[in-house]
């Protein structure tokens, strides 16, 4: 049984929550990545990702300068670096997530588990069905869409 500790990536760069929105964006792509922990000291608060800059500050029309507690996610999934792979791997697929903060007893983050780190380093087919389970296509939102709109693709059937 392969334990998260022995996959997981250690010293993660984290954000603040008082940082800016611009701050964890172009750290994201200085470091070529997709996410960002929010920590107040070590102890993990919550998430940013790029679908949140982009959903929660571009779309909104918010300024650059929007401090990460006000569009970070708050309820994050974490696992522990004792906890079993496979195991972190299913909750991964249920949860829709491709990485996820590897955090100790007292919450405080030690590293982060993706599934990259997973495939590289572990079992490149679990790594694999899980990518294709959280690859699922979702059924769009439409009910924010006006019905004056017509349907998609509009025209006459």
């Known amino acids: 049984m392969t334990r998260v500790s022995e996959l997981m990536t250690r010293g993660v760069r984290t954000l603040s929550p008082s940082d800016s929105v611009a701050l964890a964006a172009q750290a994201m792509d200085e470091l070529d990545i997709g996410t960002i922990p929010v920590c107040d000291g070590q102890r993990l608060m919550g998430m940013v990702t790029d679908r949140d800059i982009v959903l929660r500050v571009v779309a909104q029309k918010l300024s ?3 401090a ?3 569009v970070m996610s708050k309820d994050v999934k974490w696992c522990t ?3 079993d792979v496979e195991t972190v791997m299913n909750e991964m ?5 491709r990485r996820m903060p590897v955090v100790d007893r007292d919450r405080k983050l030690v590293g982060m588990l993706s599934l990259g780190d997973t495939a590289a380093k572990g079992d490149v ?5 899980t990518l294709n389970i959280i ?3 979702a059924e769009p939102d439409r ?3 006006s019905s004056a709109s017509g349907p998609a693709g509009g025209g006459a059937s």
């Open 81 to 83: 670096d004792s906890d």
């Open 125 to 129: 087919g679990k790594a694999g069905d």
């Open 93 to 97: 697929a249920g949860y829709q997530v």
């Open 64 to 66: 650059p300068d929007t």
């Open 68 to 70: 990460l507690s006000d």
């Open 143 to 145: 009910s924010k869409q």
């Open 135 to 137: 690859s699922q296509p």
